[in-house]
């Protein structure tokens, strides 16, 4: 069983930073991968970030690429999003998760564990 508490969220400008955290309980955190997902209003909860449980393979939504960077300290039991030049449209609760596996994972269903979500605010 793993459990997963997100931290970081806040209000923010728009072109700003935010560093959001992901601590994780429970067994064999350092064999599974992470990711990062989003959630604005009204709309369904999207893909944002994945990284592998050994850390060297990282994959990102296309809205993200260059801005958004996911890294993990498996030392720590944490993994993190830093998020830069921020965006009113970055807006939304976004949720950290794990799964176990060294594959690369991107959609909702392949994801077991998920944390409460933390919300970003980005205004302009």
């Known amino acids: 069983q793993v459990q997963l508490v997100e931290s970081g969220g806040g209000l923010v400008q728009a072109g700003g930073s935010l560093r959001l955290s992901c601590a994780a309980s429970g067994r064999a955190f350092s064999s599974y991968a992470k990711g990062w997902f989003r959630q604005a209003p009204g709309k369904e909860r999207e893909f944002v970030a994945h990284i592998n449980w050994i850390g060297d393979r990282t994959n990102y939504a296309d809205s993200v690429k260059g801005r958004f960077t996911i890294s993990r300290d498996n030392a720590k039991n944490t993994v993190y999003l830093q998020m830069n030049n921020l965006k009113p449209e970055d807006t939304a609760v976004y949720y950290c998760?794990?799964?176990?596996?060294?594959?690369?994972?991107?959609?909702?269903?392949?994801?077991?564990?998920w944390g409460q979500g933390t919300q970003v605010t980005v205004s302009s």
């Open positions: 998760a794990a799964r176990p596996g060294g594959g690369s994972y991107s959609s909702i269903q392949q994801y077991d564990y």
